[in-house]
C-alpha cells in the first residue's frame, strides 16, 4: 500500500530514519520479523525522549511497553531506506497509546505497530511528571483530528482517559 505523504500536517512525527542492514534479513531475504519491532522501539525511544523523558536517569520515571500489536504490509530488503511516522492515539496519567507507521523511500506502508505503554519509576507504575503529561497533549491535541488509523485499538482492554478511539 502506497501512502501519499507529499504534504506535511503539524503534528506529523517524523523521528526515526534508518536502512535494512545485511544482519537484519530473515532467510527469504527480507527483514525479519524482529527488527520491525526494533525499529518500532526505537521509534518510541524518539517519541519519549522529545516528550522528555531522561534515559540517563530512566530508573527514575521512564516508559515501559506492556503490549504490541505488528502488522506486516510489504517486504523490506537490504539497503532499503526506511523511516517512521508516530501518532500519539491516547494517554492519560500513566499510560501513552502509541501508533507507528514504517514506510520505504517510495512511501510503501511497510508495517504498522501499536504500542501501550505506561510510565513507570523504581519498577513501580507511577503517574508520569507533568512536563512530560503536558508535552503529550501538546502533540495529542495536534494529532487529535488526524483519521483514526484502520484496526486500531487491538492492544487496549481499558479504556484511557483522553484517547482518539471509542470503545
Not at 63 to 75: D, G, K, S, V
Amino acid at each position: 500500500m502506497k501512502i501519499d505523504r507529499t504534504t506535511s500536517s503539524e503534528g506529523q512525527l517524523r523521528l526515526w530514519r534508518g536502512k535494512v542492514l545485511p544482519e537484519w534479513l530473515d532467510y527469504n531475504g527480507h527483514m525479519t520479523e524482529h527488527r520491525y519491532l526494533q525499529v518500532f522501539g526505537e521509534s518510541s525511544d524518539a517519541l519519549y525522549g522529545k516528550i522528555g523523558v531522561d534515559f540517563n536517569n530512566a530508573g527514575e520515571g521512564a516508559f515501559f511497553t506492556l503490549e504490541t500489536h505488528i502488522r506486516h504490509r510489504a517486504e523490506a530488503k537490504v539497503g532499503t531506506a526506511l523511516w517512521t511516522e508516530t501518532e500519539i492515539l491516547g494517554f492519560d496519567e500513566r499510560r501513552l497509546h502509541l501508533y507507528h507507521r514504517l514506510f520505504d523511500k517510495t512511501d510503501t506502508l511497510l508495517a504498522t505497530g501499536e504500542h501501550l505503554s505506561i510510565h513507570v519509576a523504581r519498577s513501580s507504575a507511577v503517574a508520569a511528571p507533568a512536563l512530560i503529561l503536558a508535552e503529550i497533549e501538546r502533540l495529542f491535541v495536534l494529532q487529535k483530528a488526524f483519521p483514526l488509523p484502520e484496526g486500531t485499538g487491538s492492544v487496549l482492554s481499558k479504556m484511557i482517559t483522553h484517547h482518539r478511539i471509542t470503545l
